[in-house]
């Protein structure tokens, strides 16, 4: 398994984690996100930042969420981003891993503080039917990170694929997520070893969609 050093393994992802979002209340939610899902994010940002910059062939940085600007509202989701940026991945073109109450998802994202959002827009017009075809059908498509669904890539027509292309043009807010979703019962969120393997998996097969975002 081609990852840093980890001073402990990482045990996958248990129900308590996923019970951490039916907790009421910013403080009480925090604390226990705190607890038993941020060491585990920050576990795996160290083991499969290594990882990725040899993937992606420049250094890649973790980032965990810390939901810092919160002051009411409990996060529904949390992550880990890794980014070419020391100081934070929301303006560039980056992967992620982490969870909501229902699922664990690992995908490629370009959200809407990215400045990048044309240069991909343009190349993956460009190259729309490589991506159809590039894609596994399972992979899950996003317009929007703040919502638990998205759209399944052997369902779209090629005008539904284009439209969210276009639509990071077009629309200042806009952003776009491509990858799996990893059902909170599915026995492989159980096996750390094996999740760390997928991880690396999704990854590599979305490198193309990276590399888009860049000039």
């Given at each position: 398994?081609?990852?840093?050093?980890?001073?402990?393994?990482?045990?996958?992802?248990a129900k308590r984690d996923f019970e951490v979002f039916e907790i009421e209340g910013l403080e009480p939610r925090m604390e226990a996100l705190i607890e038993r899902v941020r060491p585990k994010l920050n576990l795996l940002g160290?083991?499969?930042?290594?990882?990725?910059?040899?993937?992606?062939?420049?250094?890649?940085?973790?980032?965990?969420?810390?939901?810092a600007r919160r002051t009411v509202n409990p996060p529904n989701d949390t992550w880990v981003?890794?980014?070419?940026?020391?100081?934070?991945?929301?303006?560039?073109?980056?992967?992620?891993?982490?969870?909501?109450?229902t699922h664990v998802f690992i995908q490629f994202a370009i959200i809407y503080e990215s400045a990048n959002k044309n240069i991909f827009a343009e190349r993956a017009l460009a190259e729309l039917e490589s991506i159809k075809k590039s894609v596994p059908a399972h992979y899950i498509w996003s317009k929007d990170h703040m919502v638990?669904?998205?759209?399944v890539h052997r369902d779209m027509s090629d005008a539904e694929l284009a439209e969210l292309f276009n639509r990071l043009q077009t629309v200042k807010a806009s952003e776009l997520t491509c990858g799996?979703?990893?059902?909170?019962?599915?026995?492989?969120?159980?096996?750390?070893?094996?999740?760390?393997?997928?991880?690396?998996?999704?990854?590599?097969t979305l490198l193309p969609l990276y590399r888009m975002g860049f000039a």
């Open positions: 398994m081609n990852t840093t050093a980890a001073t402990v393994p990482f045990t996958g992802f160290d083991m499969l930042s290594g990882y990725l910059g040899d993937l992606c062939g420049e250094e890649m940085f973790a980032h965990v969420a810390r939901h981003a890794y980014a070419n940026n020391k100081r934070g991945y929301k303006a560039h073109p980056h992967f992620q891993i982490g969870l909501w109450s638990p669904t998205g759209m799996i979703h990893i059902s909170r019962g599915d026995p492989l969120l159980a096996d750390g070893e094996a999740f760390v393997k997928r991880a690396q998996e999704v990854f590599a």
